[in-house]
């Protein structure tokens, strides 16, 4: 690997960074992939696999879901389960799904104006009539209240019957919505066909890796202030948790480690079989 | 009150959630389905929902079913019919074929 931390450049398997950097940041380089010359910190290695998310980056106050990350060990060591094929499976179906939106929001919006106004325009037809109506009881002139109602008459059909143009194609997009669930139901139930399965396949991996784990987790070197694991390997520190998984997968990108655990960086080299970015 | 269906995992995970903290505006919820109170606080809820997931998120409103009001007698009468017959094998078009109940393509033909 080629590990440049500012202007310090340095090169092989095992790499010892005296700055005081952020490991976090480090383990985002090696993760990139493209090296940007003008980032802070750059790392060329080669790339990582998954489980480089859980175990690429080992310092104090880190988190680990143990069981998936030991499962992604599992596979690095080119241990299959019986689900892959229908997982694979399903997934292409899953990527295959022709998903397209349209949205029904605008054609509500439209309507719930448009039945507004046909309700104001009902209203305003109903007095002018009315005032027609009173003009001739009252025998006065009754052409400009005719003609306003006439207006009035005029207004609302037009609204009416947009209105109703509007209900169509509500109608038509709904329908449309409708073929779209179908879509997102299946997509639903093959979503929850592959959680499953990878369910299944996380604890078949696990299953396999598990005796490892459990015989590896009190052979992880211990800092002064820690306490030795014991009992259940599942419940033990991240920082050891951690170390044990990245010792059993086969790692070719670095592992960045702030950890107080080895003597050396070759040490822990050695120890982890897998390149190194020690800080 | 208002139909709230779930389409895609978030959106159900979200519905969930919303119902587990809203219990009192829930009327019922089923799976991925629920039944939201007809309030303004019940359509806020809905509408967080849709804003959140969008068309993975379908809302509808339900009215009540007076069968009294909103179906003609023959139907109740044919529905009330069919469900005592004597055999149970027998298909409702069947059932139906030479009395006066009403037909099945009669009833599909007809909205309420």
Same mark, same amino acid.
């Given at each position: !690997?080629?590990?440049?931390?500012?202007?310090?450049?340095?090169?092989?398997?095992? #790499?010892?960074?005296?700055?005081?950097?952020?490991?976090?940041?480090?383990?985002?380089?090696?993760?990139?992939?493209?090296?940007?010359?003008?980032?802070?910190?750059?790392?060329?290695?080669?790339? @990582?696999?998954?489980?480089?998310?859980?175990? $690429?980056?080992?310092?104090? $106050? !880190?988190?680990?879901?143990?069981?998936?990350?030991?499962?992604?060990?599992?596979?690095?060591?080119?241990?299959?389960?019986?689900?892959?094929?229908?997982? @694979?499976?399903? *997934?292409?179906?899953?990527?295959?799904?022709? !998903?397209?939106?349209?949205?029904?929001?605008?054609?509500?919006?439209?309507?719930?104006?448009?039945?507004?106004?046909?309700?104001?325009? @009902?209203?305003?037809?109903?007095?002018? &009539? $009315? *005032?027609?109506?009173?003009?001739?009881? @009252?025998?006065?002139?009754?052409?400009?209240?005719?003609?306003?109602?006439?207006?009035?008459? &005029?207004?609302?059909?037009?609204?009416?019957?947009?209105?109703?143009?509007? &209900?169509?194609?509500?109608?038509?997009? *709904?329908?449309?919505?409708?073929?779209?669930?179908?879509?997102?139901?299946?997509?639903?139930?093959?979503?929850?066909?592959?959680?499953?399965?990878?369910?299944?396949?996380?604890?078949?991996?696990?299953?396999?890796?598990?005796?490892?784990?459990?015989?590896?987790?009190?052979?992880?070197? #211990?800092?002064?202030?820690?306490?030795?694991?014991?009992?259940?390997?599942?419940?033990?520190?991240? #920082?050891?948790?951690?170390?044990?998984?990245? &010792?059993?997968? #086969?790692?070719?990108?670095?592992?960045?480690?702030?950890?107080?655990?080895?003597?050396?960086?070759?040490?822990?080299?050695?120890?982890?079989?897998?390149?190194?970015?020690?800080? | 009150?208002?139909?709230?269906?779930?389409?895609?995992?978030?959106? +159900?995970?979200?519905? +969930?959630?919303?119902?587990?903290?809203?219990?009192?505006?829930?009327?019922?919820?089923?799976?991925?389905?629920?039944?939201?109170?007809?309030?303004?606080?019940?359509?806020?809820?809905?509408?967080?929902? +849709?804003?959140?997931?969008?068309?993975?998120?379908?809302?509808?409103?339900? +009215?009540?079913?007076?069968?009294?009001?909103?179906?003609?007698?023959?139907?109740?009468?044919?529905?009330?019919?069919?469900?005592?017959?004597?055999?149970?094998?027998?298909?409702?078009?069947?059932?139906?074929?030479?009395?006066?109940?009403?037909?099945?393509?009669?009833?599909?033909?007809?909205?309420?």
């Amino acid at each position: !690997m080629i590990c440049r931390i500012g202007d310090v450049v340095r090169r092989g398997r095992v #790499v010892s960074v005296k700055q005081d950097v952020d490991p976090t940041a480090v383990a985002a380089a090696v993760r990139a992939d493209d090296t940007d010359p003008d980032a802070p910190v750059a790392v060329t290695a080669p790339s @990582q696999t998954t489980v480089h998310e859980q175990v $690429g980056c080992i310092h104090p $106050g !880190m988190g680990l879901r143990t069981r998936t990350a030991l499962a992604r060990a599992a596979r690095t060591r080119g241990l299959t389960t019986p689900y892959d094929d229908q997982l @694979q499976e399903t *997934r292409e179906s899953l990527a295959a799904l022709d !998903m397209e939106d349209e949205s029904t929001a605008s054609y509500r919006r439209e309507l719930a104006e448009t039945t507004a106004d046909i309700e104001r325009l @009902q209203e305003e037809v109903a007095a002018a &009539r $009315g *005032r027609l109506q009173a003009r001739r009881e @009252q025998g006065l002139d009754t052409t400009a209240a005719a003609e306003e109602l006439e207006d009035a008459i &005029r207004r609302l059909s037009e609204a009416e019957t947009s209105a109703s143009a509007i &209900r169509q194609q509500l109608d038509r997009t *709904r329908a449309a919505a409708r073929g779209r669930r179908d879509t997102r139901d299946r997509r639903l139930r093959l979503e929850d066909r592959v959680a499953n399965l990878e369910r299944r396949a996380r604890a078949h991996l696990v299953d396999h890796l598990h005796e490892a784990f459990a015989t590896t987790v009190p052979e992880v070197p #211990v800092g002064e202030a820690d306490t030795p694991p014991d009992g259940n390997a599942f419940e033990t520190d991240a #920082v050891t948790a951690a170390l044990a998984i990245a &010792r059993l997968a #086969v790692l070719s990108a670095p592992v960045v480690l702030d950890c107080d655990r080895f003597d050396s960086p070759v040490r822990a080299y050695e120890w982890l079989d897998a390149p190194v970015i020690y800080l | 009150m208002l139909l709230v269906i779930a389409y895609s995992r978030g959106a +159900r995970q979200t519905l +969930r959630n919303v119902c587990r903290a809203h219990e009192d505006s829930v009327v019922r919820q089923f799976g991925r389905v629920a039944l939201f109170d007809e309030t303004e606080f019940g359509a806020f809820q809905a509408l967080r929902l +849709r804003e959140k997931h969008d068309e993975n998120v379908q809302i509808e409103r339900t +009215r009540p079913f007076n069968e009294f009001a909103a179906v003609s007698p023959e139907v109740r009468e044919a529905a009330a019919a069919y469900e005592s017959r004597e055999t149970p094998s027998v298909p409702y078009e069947q059932f139906a074929d030479g009395t006066d109940l009403p037909s099945t393509e009669s009833m599909k033909g007809s909205p309420l």
